[in-house]
């Protein structure tokens, strides 16, 4: 009998997994990984990279469209709804984040919702398709994440969502289509030629594209398969194949489907209380617990008796800018987060506009700031702390440390905050009324029959605001 290759492994636990597979934890899990998807997508429908990624997807026209969140007036084919509903997603940094490094649910969810509105209105597809589907998309990343070591620190050449969110992509779409085994073998393969993205272009307006990409490229490479287009076989056995990514790629044969365990039940994910790459909520962390040193209710901080602040986080260079112009370098900047959250005591998402990065106090603050990198605090975010220390021109020094901020896997967000985060993520995109119909929804996902009810309560505008002067 000849040995099965980790491709073919991979294909057969895609096509295999059934429904019954889904653990309570599971379920419970991702439902809250859509709502959060969702609510950071509506939100991200504001941003300058949507509207410059929307107008440019206008010029593909098709019979078949799905809907893009929140704009009711734009529907594209399903390729291209992926794709601007993706970059949506990831256009703040406002997504989840895993452990191996990625962000899971950017490349996976606008695949589905695509779908689910896109596929012959018979038969139906439910609830718990959308949530086998979605999570056969995570699972595929966590296992590919987990066959390289330099995959478990944060990444230094690829960006992961580029490269296993476009496999996750491919895989989720396989299973919704209902791909055979060989088919969703040649979706994998295809998929690997279309993944990879550098991370030259963190904290800049291509980066979200990375996670739109993943998913467009994915569901490209299922619909390519459904058409027969052939790939190598063996692409992720293969150093030359998907092992091209990672240094020391050893790949494993999945186990049998009998044996099947998810990693989403043994692994949570973090969901972020504020746009901006996830090494940064250490910081803001230890920032707002060294501001009641400095300052008592809601006084002004003293930044004339400040000295200097030391920051004790990773060496992770692409997260190391002092003095941030943008608001993608802003998301990306240990020090603008530190000196932000000093000051304001919370950091929102307008805390990353540029009137309130170039603000006088916040540059002054800025050029206090030195980085120390301990030996042994590694670029990992399971195990990362950040150890920060204010000294004032008195003399008097004040030292936080955070081992794990509130939204972490380790210390989960409430249900109530993660509703919380998606009403206010949500809320001037759409209705009220649909904001609470889709907390219902997700809620209980597992029970809905028909999920293209989803995409229906996504485009219910909300009212028009009346006109008025900005404070």
Request: hydrophobic share 40%.
């Amino acid at each position: 009998m000849m040995l099965k290759s980790v491709t073919e492994s991979f294909a057969q636990v895609i096509h295999g997994l059934k429904v019954g597979h889904l653990t309570d934890r599971v379920i419970q899990r991702s439902k809250r990984m859509v709502l959060d998807a969702l609510g950071v997508g509506l939100l991200g429908t504001s941003t300058e990279v949507f509207h410059k990624v929307s107008r440019y997807s206008k010029i593909y026209s098709s019979n078949v469209s799905s809907t893009i969140w929140g704009q009711p007036e734009l529907r594209l084919p399903p390729t291209y709804a992926a794709f601007v509903n993706g970059v949506a997603i990831h256009s703040m940094d406002f997504d989840d984040t895993w452990y191996p490094a990625t962000h899971p649910s950017g490349p996976v969810l606008p695949v589905l919702m695509a779908l689910s509105e896109a596929l012959p209105p018979s038969p139906k597809y439910s609830g718990l398709d959308l949530l086998l589907a979605f999570n056969v998309g995570i699972e595929v990343q966590g296992r590919l994440l987990r066959f390289s070591k330099e995959a478990y620190d944060i990444p230094k050449r690829f960006h992961p969502p580029s490269v296993v969110g476009t496999l996750g992509s491919a895989a989720a779409a396989s299973k919704f289509l209902g791909l055979s085994v060989t088919e969703c073998q040649e979706a994998l393969a295809i998929a690997v030629s279309y993944a990879g993205a550098p991370m030259a272009n963190a904290a800049t307006q291509t980066k979200p594209l990375h996670a739109g990409n993943a998913a467009r490229h994915g569901l490209e490479a299922a619909f390519l398969a459904m058409l027969g287009l052939q790939g190598n076989k063996r692409a992720l056995d293969l150093e030359t194949g998907f092992g091209a990514f990672y240094a020391n790629y050893s790949p494993k044969v999945l186990p049998d489907l009998d044996s099947h365990t998810w990693l989403l039940d043994k692994q949570d994910v973090a969901f972020k209380r504020f746009p901006a790459h996830l090494a940064t909520h250490w910081v803001a962390d230890t920032a707002v617990s060294l501001r009641r040193h400095l300052v008592s209710d809601e006084a002004p901080l003293p930044i004339d008796r400040i000295e200097r602040i030391v920051l004790r986080i990773p060496d992770v260079q692409y997260v190391n800018r002092p003095f941030p112009s943008s608001e993608h370098e802003a998301r990306h900047s240990f020090q603008y987060v530190a000196c932000a959250m000093l000051l304001d005591a919370a950091i929102t998402v307008p805390a990353f506009h540029k009137h309130q990065i170039n603000r006088p106090q916040v540059r002054q603050l800025l050029g206090k700031v030195e980085l120390e990198h301990p030996r042994d605090n590694l670029p990992n975010f399971n195990s990362l702390y950040c150890e920060m220390s204010v000294a004032l021109k008195d003399g008097a020094i004040f030292t936080e440390r955070s081992d794990t901020f509130y939204g972490h896997w380790r210390k989960p967000l409430s249900q109530k905050d993660l509703q919380e985060k998606f009403r206010a993520n949500s809320c001037r995109t759409l209705s009220c009324h649909a904001v609470e119909r889709l907390i219902e929804t997700v809620g209980n996902l597992e029970d809905l029959e028909d999920c293209s009810v989803l995409t229906t309560l996504l485009k219910e505008p909300s009212p028009p605001k009346i006109a008025s002067k900005s404070i």
